[in-house]
């Protein structure tokens, strides 16, 4: 049993880990709780998220080439902003900056996990016919998702990988079909696309924060460094491939959407049954096409927490290693599988699934996923020149990106989200000295 992971993932394994983590709840869910926000100004929203994603993807990128280990942000604010890097009280602020990252990546990705499997649970009871379970029978099945999922990442990240190219698959096929029957249909002035909510640019704003959330899964392909071969080479081509696919699919999706029953209904559609894409395909009156997105939705979503499981794992490994979580957690199998990092997490997003609401989990997870890319971007400004492949400038375009956008969320949102944090520290300086009395005790002993 090795103490380091090893390196399995080539370019298009963590490509194939960036999509699954992406084409999921962002493109069969999201979509709609934006448009409930910015109505039909969500396409808008999309491609602006976009370009905020790509600074924060090509940011992670030059990091994680840098930094191949597990653990991402977590490890890179550790590291630029640690005692080596700079003056005395620093070591403090690399840690705080470091916990803050760790933590809030952990609580944002552990509640798009909630979103993805309360998302998937709802497709397949559409799809067989028991869409009037209500909230008990989504949570009840979302429950039992989790549980498969957490078993699977445990039988290895080979097998999942295969699990997830062809899971993949299904997902782009499906979007593929959805997009080409969506394009020639609805059209006129209940559904055109608006360049400004009828709110103002407060939300749109609120939108884009809310789809940038669901850009992010090509974090994990960072978050899994250590697990990558030819880390300078392969991690940058991956996630740049990554948004890109990802980018054109969302817009595509969303300009059908929106086109074909308005952002009013596609909104109502997402809260009510937690299934527009499905609903919106049967629409159509294609024979068959609201099947094969129903399977395409429940497919992509369970990429999705299967590529967050993976992730967040990997994170909570990080942190169990650095002493701000048991230790125990920091243990890998023969096989150099954390397996214990991974039941560990299916635990915490089978109690979040118990919330029950989509865009609860989902626009919590927006002001902590902001917050945690800020402090990538900082990491970033840091990286000496020769480890640098791309401008700083990219670096302060996503950082003051998104910092501005984690306030356009809710109040009440962004206030929680600061306590949560707060809480999280907390617990750092709480655990840090029962470790250390613990470590004093046995040595008086000794």
């Not at 409930?36 to 808008?44: D, M, N, T, Y």
């Not at 999942?160 to 062809?166: A, K, Q, R």
Request: glycine content about 12%; hydrophobic content about 55%; overall charge positive.
């Amino acid at each position: 049993m090795g103490d380091s992971l090893t390196r399995r993932l080539r370019t298009p394994g963590a490509v194939i880990t960036g999509l699954g983590s992406i084409l999921g709840t962002g493109v069969f869910v999201s979509i709609g709780i934006g448009a409930g926000i910015a109505g039909s100004a969500v396409v808008l929203a999309i491609a602006l998220a976009a370009c905020v994603a790509v600074f924060n993807g090509l940011s992670s990128a030059q990091l994680a080439a840098a930094h191949p280990v597990a653990g991402g942000t977590y490890v890179y604010a550790h590291r630029f902003f640690g005692p080596q890097s700079g003056p005395m009280g620093s070591h403090a602020i690399g840690n705080t900056l470091g916990f803050t990252a760790g933590w809030t990546f952990l609580i944002a990705k552990s509640l798009s996990a909630a979103t993805a499997a309360l998302g998937c649970a709802g497709y397949i009871l559409h799809a067989t016919g028991f869409g009037g379970a209500g909230r008990d029978g989504i949570v009840g099945l979302a429950l039992i998702v989790v549980v498969a999922l957490t078993g699977l990442v445990l039988s290895g990240l080979r097998r999942t990988t295969l699990i997830n190219g062809s899971i993949l698959f299904v997902t782009l096929v499906s979007l593929g079909v959805f997009v080409a029957f969506g394009l020639p249909r609805g059209s006129g002035e209940k559904t055109s696309i608006d360049l400004m909510p009828a709110d103002g640019p407060t939300a749109l704003l609120h939108a884009t924060a809310l789809m940038f959330v669901a850009y992010t899964g090509y974090g994990r392909i960072a978050t899994m460094g250590e697990e990558v071969i030819e880390p300078r080479r392969t991690i940058p081509r991956a996630i740049i491939a990554t948004l890109a696919v990802s980018a054109l699919l969302y817009i595509t999706v969303a300009f059908v959407s929106v086109r074909a029953v308005g952002a009013e209904q596609l909104a109502l559609m997402t809260s009510r049954d937690a299934a527009p894409l499905e609903l919106v395909a049967r629409m159509f009156e294609v024979p068959g096409l609201g099947l094969l997105l129903a399977i395409g939705a429940v497919s992509a979503m369970l990429g999705v927490l299967l590529n967050l499981l993976l992730g967040l794992s990997r994170v909570l490994l990080a942190t169990a290693r650095e002493g701000d979580s048991p230790r125990a957690l920091a243990r890998l199998t023969a096989g150099n599988e954390p397996a214990l990092a991974v039941a560990f997490m299916g635990l915490v997003i089978g109690g979040l699934v118990l919330l029950g609401d989509v865009r609860t989990t989902w626009t919590f997870s927006a002001f902590t996923v902001l917050v945690y890319y800020a402090i990538t971007n900082a990491a970033a400004l840091r990286l000496p020149r020769e480890q640098r492949l791309y401008p700083r400038w990219l670096a302060w375009a996503g950082l003051v990106s998104c910092l501005g956008l984690a306030f356009f969320v809710p109040v009440r949102v962004w206030a929680i989200g600061l306590g949560i944090i707060g809480v999280g520290l907390v617990w750092r300086s709480a655990y840090r000295s029962l470790v250390g009395v613990w470590k004093r005790r046995k040595c008086d002993v000794s």
